[in-house]
């Protein structure tokens, strides 16, 4: 957009505004007394139900060294053995979950392959008769047909 076309839209808006204002200010001065007054005292009670927040700032870590404020994960110490040690707890853990992932892959692909064995001792054809080309031509052509 263009600061033109900008400034219409801003004047348009404003506009509009004014003339909401402008009805909401007359249907007040229409409203009864006694529904103004109800009004008046509800706002009056919602203010003194107001909580005040106050707020508060955090002090920054000053370095002993001079005027320099640092942000240090953890805090000024590192924990010790114990902060150590939870800190390579989920790096042992992750190692030992792939490492059992890898086993149990290991697992069902021995499975996948002793069927595939079973299966194929078990057929009518002896396993020489896989390796033949004869044979390969054989099933080559009866899927033709």
């Given amino acids: 957009m263009?600061?033109?076309s900008t400034s219409l839209v801003r004047t348009s808006e404003d506009a509009?505004?004014?003339?909401?204002?402008a009805h909401l200010d007359a249907s007040t001065r229409e409203l009864p007394r006694d529904v103004s007054e109800r009004l008046k005292s509800a706002r009056?009670?919602?203010?003194a139900k107001r909580h005040m927040v106050a707020v508060q700032t955090a002090a920054g870590v000053s370095h002993p060294a001079g005027n320099v404020a640092a942000l240090q994960p953890g805090g000024a110490s590192d924990g010790?053995?114990?902060?150590r040690l939870g800190a390579w707890v989920p790096l042992v853990a992750l190692v030992a979950g792939l490492i059992a992932i890898g086993v149990v892959q290991e697992n069902i692909r021995a499975q996948e392959l002793a069927e595939i064995d079973a299966a194929l001792l078990t057929d009518e054809l002896p396993p020489t008769a896989?390796?033949?080309?004869?044979?390969?031509?054989?099933?080559r052509a009866n899927r033709a047909n």
């Fill in 44 to 47: 009056a009670m919602a203010l």
């Fill in 80 to 83: 010790g053995f114990w902060g």
């Fill in 16 to 21: 509009l505004a004014a003339a909401i204002i």
């Fill in 2 to 4: 263009t600061s033109k």
């Fill in 130 to 139: 896989y390796t033949d080309p004869g044979f390969a031509q054989f099933l």
